[in-house]
């Protein structure tokens, strides 16, 4: 299954990006969970259904380059369809197990970006998995900020945890957009005060001159 806001630029990106068998159309924010239950009443027959999420998340090289990383996790060369055009090499398999040994690919202009084999800078654009070995291959060192909630001025006396104060607080909110993925979206000159956006992909997002008081981002 995949899930896009809605444009047809989108559509195609996100079937190359994950492949599906199923499209789901929802109006309103739905977890992974909720999608399930409902492919599963679809049917008056027993059927498994197997979600994954990929999530995106920032990174910085260590000169300074920006780049958004999708992170493939366990199971997901059993459950994603794989296109040959979207991984290193002709060979599925061999790409997913260098995925699984730590490696990563980047498409042209990110490896321009951060000077790798493939960018066709120097006509090297061809489309080969090197081994760890290879006088082309690169180790980069990425930092990955990690946002921790630091409560102040709560009660000494109180027996809540942080993880259940947030989640209270989430609660209280005024509008759900909460784990759904929003990368580069224009979002701005709106008013999203109160509105949960925790564990929202939000890479990439546009909120300039948008009201986000009171609204957690984590």
């Given at each position: 299954m995949q899930g896009y806001t809605g444009s047809l630029v989108d559509e195609r990106t996100a079937d190359l990006q994950i492949g599906s068998d199923i499209k789901i159309y929802s109006t309103?924010?739905?977890t992974s969970s909720e999608i399930e239950e409902a492919v599963r009443n679809i049917s008056s027959k027993d059927i498994t259904v197997k979600a994954l999420t990929v999530p995106m998340i920032s990174l910085e090289s260590e000169d300074g380059t920006d780049a958004n990383a999708y992170?493939?996790?366990n199971g997901s060369g059993d459950i994603l369809k794989w296109f040959p055009q979207a991984i290193p090499g002709?060979?599925?398999s061999k790409a997913i197990a260098a995925y699984e040994n730590v490696g990563f690919s980047a498409g042209p202009d990110m490896a321009f970006s951060l000077d790798l084999e493939g960018s066709g800078r120097f006509g090297d654009s061809n489309d080969v998995l090197y081994e760890a070995g290879d006088k082309e291959s690169e180790t980069i060192n990425f930092t990955w900020e990690f946002k921790n909630l630091v409560p102040t001025n709560l009660d000494p006396n109180s027996t809540m945890s942080v993880e259940e104060a947030f989640e209270y607080y989430t609660n209280i909110m005024d509008r759900n957009w909460s784990n759904i993925n929003l990368a580069e979206q224009d979002l701005s000159n709106r008013n999203f005060s109160r509105t949960d956006f925790s564990n929202t992909n939000l890479s990439g997002v546009n909120f300039a001159n948008s009201d986000l008081s009171e609204s957690p981002l984590l």
């Open positions: 309103e924010p739905m992170v493939l996790m002709k060979d599925i």
